[in-house]
T-cell receptor
Framework: GAVVSQHPSWVICKSGTSVKIECRSL??????MFWYRQFPKQSLMLMAT?????????EQGVEKDKFLINHASLTLSTLTVTSAHPEDSSFYIC?????????????FGPGTRLTVL | QKEVEQDPGPLSVPEGAIVSLNCTYS??????FMWYRQYSRKGPELLMY????GNKEDGRFTAQVDKSSKYISLFIRDSQPSDSATYLC???????????FGGGTRVLVKP
């Protein structure tokens, strides 16, 4: 149980185009979804947190107009990288939180590798 | 100073050895502790989740939490080459808060 999927697993696009990444919790309802970015040999950097039906909360330094997050349902969140540029090339990982007894457990998707040419 | 410190490694051990990983943290407000395993170009996979001080065992994995010393550990017994990955510690201050990650330790188990 507690499976999170992401689509696509990798994408190559031209500079200036927009790319949408989907994140789904397959067998549970996620109270909250998170989007992370990871550079090679570095830890995960939280970009934003979203709750179903409400606006995402972005971390300091993350451009909300560039990284659009839509959390349409308890099982689906999307990240759209608008007008992508080579510096946006990275590994993007989503995570979904479910509630276990008194505490929260967070499960991660397999990641999406974005390469902007 | 980072809130959570983790040696980046790499940590190289022979197959069958015990892998010992640890993290230290500075804020006593952290209450929930997790260990994730991440293979190259994959998302992190939750290995262990602990709340209280003490030991928790699951198969070959043992997680230890010492809140008085602000120190957590993960031990992997009978290590296998398939255990070669980056191991991330993570913690949260209260239910509903954001995860704070360590930088990750790269582990290499040699056959």
């Amino acid at each position: 149980g507690a499976v999170v999927s992401q689509h696509p697993s990798w994408v190559i696009c031209k500079s200036g185009t927009s790319v949408k990444i989907e994140c789904r919790s397959l067998d549970f309802q996620a109270t909250t979804m998170f989007w992370y970015r990871q550079f090679p040999k570095q830890s995960l950097m939280l970009m934003a947190t979203s709750n179903e039906g409400s606006k995402a909360t972005y971390e300091q330094g993350v451009e909300k107009d560039k990284f659009l997050i839509n959390h349409a349902s308890l099982t689906l969140s999307t990240l759209t990288v608008t007008s992508a540029h080579p510096e946006d090339s990275s590994f993007y990982i989503c995570s979904a939180r479910t509630r276990v007894t008194r505490s929260d457990t967070q499960y991660f998707g397999p990641g999406t590798r974005l390469t902007v040419l | 100073q980072k809130e959570v410190e983790q040696d980046p490694g790499p940590l190289s051990v022979p197959e069958g050895a015990i892998v010992s990983l640890n993290c230290t943290y500075s804020n006593s407000a952290f209450q929930y502790f997790m260990w994730y395993r991440q293979y190259s170009r994959k998302g992190p996979e939750l290995l262990m989740y602990t709340y209280s001080s003490g030991n928790k065992e699951d198969g070959r994995f043992t997680a230890q939490v010492d809140k008085s010393s602000k120190y957590i550990s993960l031990f992997i017994r009978d290590s296998q080459p398939s255990d070669s990955a980056t191991y991330l510690c993570a913690m949260i201050k209260a239910a509903g808060n954001k995860l704070t990650f360590g930088g990750g330790t790269r582990v290499l188990v040699k056959p």
